[in-house]
C-alpha cells in the first residue's frame, strides 16, 4: 500500500513515501499536486511514480508526527493557488449521520425531517447499477484551499460562531487534468469540523455551519481499500480521554456509492476546470455532539482508520478576538 506525506522544513519542501518507522524522501517532484500531475501526463499509476522517485534520504516519522522535529508535516494535497483547491462534502451517506442528525435537531427517527427524506433517498437510489446514475445525495461547500490544516494544527471557533465539533471520515483527493478528467489521487484521514450548535437552530443554517477551517492527514493513501473500514474517534480533555467510540466507513457502510457521489459532485462542469484540486468530504458515521459532548478550548480531536496510516490529531482553539462588523465600502 502506497501512502505519502508532504512536509516542510523552513522554504523547503518535500514529498515523503511513508515506510514506517520511517519516511522516505522523494526526489524531483516538491508536492503531491506535481507528483499527480506528472502521473497524468506519462499514463502511470502514482504509486509507480512515486516508486520510482525515491531517493536515498529517510527520515525518522516520529519525531515528525509529534512535531519534535525540524520538518513539519503538511496538509496531504494543496494547490500553489489556494482558490484553486475546491474543499466540499456529502452528508447523510451513513446511517449514523442521519441518527445524529435527527438526535441534534430534537427529533425522533420515527418524525420524517427534510434530513431523513434525504437519507431514505439515498437508501433507495444511492446506489446504482454499474453505468448508471443514481439518486444525488446533500452536498456542502466548505471553502477553499485556504481552510486546510494539516495533522497537529489547531482548528479554529471563529469569533462569531457558536461551537466547534470533530466530524471524522475520510476524505477523496481529485485532480483534474488537462483536458478536463478527474483523476482520484488517494484518500485520507479527515476532520470536517462543524459549527452543530449553529445548525441546530435551523436545517437551514446547515450551509454556513460548514464554512470553518478542516483537517487532512497525516498521510495520502493511495489505494486503501474502501469498502469497510473500522476506526476510531477520540476527544482527549486535559490529558484524560473524555470520549471514544469505534466506527466503521466505507462503501459497505453508505447508503450512496463511491461512483455516484463522485458524479454528482463532478457533474457541474465547473467542477472540472483542468489544474484544479478537488477535497471531498465523504460523510461522517457519528459525532460525539450528537452523544450530547460540547468540545472547548484546548481539546483533542482524534480520528484515525485502519489502512490510512497514523491516527489525525488537532486541538479546538477559540478565537481570541471579539466578534466585530464588517464594513463594506462602497466605490461609487
Same mark, same amino acid.
Request: hydrophobic share 40%; aromatic share 8%.
Given at each position: 500500500m502506497t501512502r505519502l506525506v508532504q512536509l516542510a522544513?523552513?522554504?523547503? !519542501?518535500?514529498?515523503?513515501?511513508?515506510?514506517? &518507522?520511517?519516511?522516505? +524522501?522523494?526526489?524531483?517532484?516538491? %508536492?503531491?499536486?506535481? #507528483? /499527480? !500531475?506528472?502521473?497524468?501526463?506519462?499514463?502511470? &499509476?502514482?504509486?509507480? +511514480?512515486?516508486?520510482?522517485?525515491? %531517493?536515498?534520504?529517510? #527520515? /525518522?516519522?516520529?519525531?515528525?508526527?509529534?512535531?519534535?522535529?525540524e520538518w513539519r508535516l503538511l496538509a496531504p494535497i494543496d494547490h500553489p493557488e489556494p482558490g484553486r483547491c475546491l474543499v466540499s462534502g456529502t452528508g447523510l451517506t451513513h446511517l449514523g449521520s442521519a441518527k445524529d442528525r435527527n438526535a441534534m435537531?430534537?427529533?425522533?427517527?420515527?418524525?420524517?425531517?427534510?434530513?431523513?427524506?434525504?437519507?431514505?433517498?439515498?437508501?433507495?437510489?444511492?446506489?446504482?447499477?454499474?453505468?448508471?446514475?443514481?439518486?444525488?445525495?446533500?452536498?456542502?461547500?466548505?471553502?477553499?484551499g485556504a481552510i486546510l490544516r494539516a495533522h497537529g494544527e489547531p482548528l479554529v471557533v471563529p469569533s462569531h460562531a457558536e461551537d466547534g465539533g470533530e466530524e471524522g471520515e475520510i476524505a477523496g483527493i481529485y485532480v483534474v487534468g488537462p483536458d478536463g478528467a478527474v483523476h482520484r489521487v488517494g484518500m485520507c484521514i479527515g476532520d470536517e469540523f462543524s459549527d452543530h450548535v449553529f445548525e441546530r437552530k435551523n436545517y437551514l443554517n446547515l450551509a454556513a455551519s460548514k464554512l470553518r477551517t478542516c483537517s487532512l492527514g497525516p498521510e495520502l493513501a493511495v489505494d486503501a481499500p474502501f469498502r469497510s473500514v473500522p476506526g476510531r474517534i477520540a476527544i482527549t480533555r486535559d490529558g484524560e480521554t473524555l470520549w471514544s467510540k469505534p466506527v466503521r466507513t466505507g462503501e459497505d457502510e453508505m447508503c450512496h456509492s463511491l461512483a455516484n457521489i463522485e458524479h454528482h459532485h463532478f457533474k457541474f462542469e465547473p467542477h472540472r476546470r483542468p489544474g484544479d484540486v478537488h477535497v471531498h468530504f465523504f460523510g461522517a458515521c457519528s459525532l460525539s455532539f450528537g452523544?450530547?459532548?460540547?468540545?472547548?478550548?484546548?481539546?483533542?480531536?482524534?480520528?484515525?482508520?485502519?489502512?490510512?496510516?497514523?491516527?489525525?490529531?488537532?486541538?479546538?482553539?477559540?478565537?481570541?478576538?471579539?466578534?466585530?462588523?464588517?464594513?463594506v465600502r462602497a466605490l461609487s
Open positions: 522544513k523552513g522554504p523547503e !519542501r518535500r514529498v515523503a513515501l511513508v515506510e514506517e &518507522p520511517h519516511l522516505v +524522501l522523494l526526489s524531483g517532484h516538491s %508536492s503531491v499536486y506535481d #507528483l /499527480a !500531475r506528472a502521473a497524468i501526463a506519462r499514463a502511470s &499509476p502514482l504509486s509507480a +511514480l512515486a516508486d520510482a522517485s525515491r %531517493s536515498t534520504e529517510r #527520515l /525518522a516519522y516520529d519525531p515528525v508526527y509529534e512535531g519534535r522535529s435537531h430534537g427529533v425522533a427517527d420515527a418524525e420524517l425531517t427534510d434530513s431523513m427524506r434525504m437519507f431514505k433517498w439515498g437508501l433507495e437510489g444511492g446506489r446504482p447499477e454499474p453505468g448508471r446514475i443514481g439518486l444525488p445525495p446533500e452536498w456542502f461547500f466548505k471553502g477553499n452523544e450530547g459532548i460540547r468540545l472547548r478550548d484546548g481539546d483533542l480531536m482524534e480520528v484515525g482508520f485502519d489502512g490510512f496510516g497514523r491516527p489525525l490529531r488537532n486541538p479546538l482553539q477559540s478565537a481570541t478576538a471579539a466578534d466585530s462588523l464588517v464594513n
